[in-house]
């Protein structure tokens, strides 16, 4: 049985590249590949403890208790971060906004709150929710039913 090899001389036709401007062309393309395939739908973004009380203020018990914390702990909300999801770039009208759920540290407790939403058109026609809302027509949202616990 024979076996046939065939060899490509080093420079045959192609052009020399340098191991540094390789690594880099291919650090570069994974980069992009990154950029592009595993920026996720959310993301999480801060927003002040005040603004999260503005968010949830149709639930009169929930920000009580969240203003019960701050006065336990002689704290105030506008000096206070949370993290909530953030509405990535493919919404068109609503990307960078942010949204439940919101987790925030008051004193030595912390506090996660969840939620359902609905998202809205320009004219205020219902889109549904995040499963049904079409990121390139949804203008506003609203979120209710808000479900929250507290640790430790």
Known sequence: MRIFQHVVPANAGI???SADAL?????????AFIALFTTPAWAEGSLGLDEVIVAVG???NLVAEIQAELG????????LSCIAARHGNQWTYLGGGRAAPY???????????DADRVYFDASGKSLGDLDKASPKRAKTFQESNFRWTWTP
């Open 15 to 17: 052009p020399s590249v």
């Open 23 to 31: 690594i880099k062309r291919t650090a570069l393309a994974l980069a």
């Open 58 to 60: 149709k639930s009169p």
């Open 72 to 79: 336990k702990n002689n704290l105030k909300a506008a000096d």
């Open 103 to 113: 987790d925030c540290d008051i004193g030595q407790r912390s506090l996660h709150v």
